[in-house]
């Protein structure tokens, strides 16, 4: 039975990591396609049109248009474009830091994720080259900024986190406090009233950033206590060895 179980824990956890590869391709694919799609778009349309030209694309809807904006969207901060450029570099570290320790299986996180990223890193890219960002697409029937891929890939890729953050999130939440139980509480290792405060309805960053803590903390312990298991091991089959030689 004890063998079925471990079995079962192993198939789980191989299905676990194979999901959580599927999470970073497609990080990574939605992170390249856009970012290039980006990159090459800017460049051709800025190339045919030239700074301030016009085209239809879409009579009615939807126009391109040559805009360097020195800012962000309406032109705000266009004389602190330093300060854009370190918030961005900012939200880089702490995004991909956030990515790479959830370990997360969830497929919508990969593609929100590399949606996030291109969009951050296809205008960052414009801003440190040409010191402004080149917009192209207007919509011709409200009054709204010029925008470019890279916004739309920022935009999608928000609406998708916000969606994961309410509806998975907490799902995902809700696992790991029964692995975390099933793993540490049997044992008394770890207080389980601490994990049963831990709010899984909702997503709370300060809650999420004490849970991991508290998952590293006693996963250190139990690899601590195994190596520990595994040295006493090794010295006793020494002794052992060494007792029935002098025997000899």
Known sequence: MKNKNQKN???????????????????????????????ALKYVIESKL?????????PGFINLVVVHNYGAAWGLFAKVQWLLIVVTFIFLIVFLWFFFTKKSN??????????LLSGTLGNL??????GYVRDFL???????PVFNI???A????????????VFIYPKEL?????????????????NTDDLDNIDTKRFDLKEALNFKKMWKKHSEKKAEKKRQTTLQNVEADNDKLDGEEDEK
């Open 106 to 115: 969830s497929y919508l996180l990969g593609i929100a994720s590399g949606l």
């Open 150 to 152: 890279a916004d739309s």
């Open 174 to 190: 809700k696992i790991e406090k029964q692995r975390m139980k099933k793993e540490f509480g049997k044992n008394g290792e770890i």
């Open 138 to 144: 207007n919509f011709e029937f409200m009054n709204f």
């Open 154 to 165: 920022l935009t999608v890729g928000i609406i998708l986190l916000l969606i994961y953050f």
């Open 9 to 39: 824990e192993q198939e789980k956890a191989s299905k676990f990591n194979k999901k959580q590869v599927i999470c970073n391709i497609l990080m990574l694919v939605f992170l390249v396609f856009f970012l290039v799609l980006d990159i």
């Open 50 to 58: 030239g700074s301030g030209g016009v085209a239809n694309f879409i």
């Open 125 to 130: 890219y414009d801003r440190l080259v040409f």
